[in-house]
């Protein structure tokens, strides 16, 4: 993992564009914390404060603009304090890991809520940021599916992954929330009735077509964004990925096909402070600013333009949006809808017993 520093006079073109690259050793805990006084008293804020964001693999280009632009109006109201970022992007559960175990994020952008969950029961996270804006939900996105030009393995739903000989690309679950997702996708979207051929309110026909899925899986990369490169380079017939980053790429010149099965979950992706960490390095109001920011309509209307995203109400969501060549949704579903996370975690899907557990273990033979 590498980090990025990004000062508002290095951001251009909602891309990131480093000062200079270190690695994560030098941003042990004790090396970040210069703000903090050796006797353990109170700190002094530095006059460039500097926040250290840990993200997921995809929304790189969305925030660099968000930075950017965030950078900018916090110098305009502040007396030309520069507030300079570091950040780091990696598989989601990956960096929260890392969060736990040291690494001195000041603020996490994860892919979904178990991840976020991970930092908290480490005790970095004291506040309950459930009661942040929107659940500190900053970005929403449906699961989807990329498909080579023309779509010439006439991949339209769920039940098509499971065809003999398919290849298809989707992260490590282990180590990515975006691999999760797309198992709860295609989980949820059997459990409502949606996929040909597979019983409503069934776990057995979930876990039957999730064995049928998995075993035409032939990669799982450490992240999203390394599955659909993956993907870009050649490899597979499909990949499970999420919308916005389909089309991200799509607007990038790349040939991505993208495919919205009939049925599909919405991402929800959280951003919170790691209040605990931010308040050692003497950045906790400047942190807490930044993620309030990110609920506004400015800079909801970046996660948009730059990063493709939906709407984060879910009707406002399921409609989409032309311009950006996102279509209305047929059936598209929450996490709550189908058990919410605790539960899936624990039991139905990726517990012990769950379908995704069992599916995978019949997948591998």
Not at 192 to 218: C, D, E, H, M, W
Request: include cysteine; charge should be positive; proline fraction near 6%.
């Amino acid at each position: 993992m590498s980090m990025k520093w990004v000062s508002a006079r290095h951001v251009a073109g909602g891309a990131a564009v480093g000062l200079a690259l270190l690695a994560a050793q030098a941003c042990a805990p004790g090396g970040a914390s210069t703000n903090t006084s050796s006797s353990g008293g109170a700190c002094k804020p530095a006059k460039s404060p500097v926040l250290t964001l840990a993200a997921y693999s995809t929304p790189y280009d969305a925030y660099g603009k968000l930075i950017s632009t965030w950078q900018k109006e916090w110098a305009a109201a502040h007396n030309k304090q520069q507030v300079i970022f570091q950040t780091s992007f990696g598989g989601s559960t990956t960096q929260a890991q890392n969060v736990a175990s040291g690494f001195p994020a000041d603020i996490v952008a994860l892919s979904l809520v178990p991840d976020v969950q991970i930092i908290q029961k480490a005790g970095l996270i004291t506040h309950d940021w459930s009661k942040d804006p929107n659940g500190g939900i900053v970005a929403a996105t449906p699961v989807a599916l990329d498909v080579r030009p023309g779509n010439p393995k006439h991949i339209t739903n769920w039940s098509d992954l499971t065809k003999s000989g398919l290849q298809i690309l989707t992260p490590d679950p282990a180590q990515s929330g975006g691999a999760r997702w797309n198992i709860v996708a295609a989980y949820g979207a059997s459990m409502r009735g949606k996929v040909p051929g597979y019983t409503a309110n069934s776990a057995s026909a979930a876990q039957r077509l999730l064995t049928s899925i998995f075993k035409n899986v032939t990669v799982m990369d450490k992240s999203a964004n390394d599955s659909l490169k993956n993907f870009q380079s050649g490899n597979g017939d499909v990949a499970i990925s999420y919308e916005n980053q389909i089309l991200l790429s799509k607007a990038g010149g790349t040939p991505d096909q993208l495919v919205v099965p009939p049925s599909t979950v919405l991402v929800q992706n959280p951003t919170v402070v790691v209040d605990k960490n931010a308040q050692t390095h003497c950045v906790l109001p400047i942190a807490n600013a930044f993620v309030k920011w990110l609920h506004s309509s400015e800079a909801q209307a970046i996660f948009a333009k730059t990063g493709y995203f939906r709407l984060i109400d879910p009707a406002q969501a399921q409609q989409g949006s032309e311009k950006l060549g996102q279509g209305p949704l047929t059936d598209v579903f929450t996490i709550d809808q189908i058990g919410g996370w605790n539960q899936l975690s624990s039991n139905t899907v990726f517990g012990p017993s769950g379908a995704f557990t069992q599916a995978l273990k019949a997948a591998k033979g």
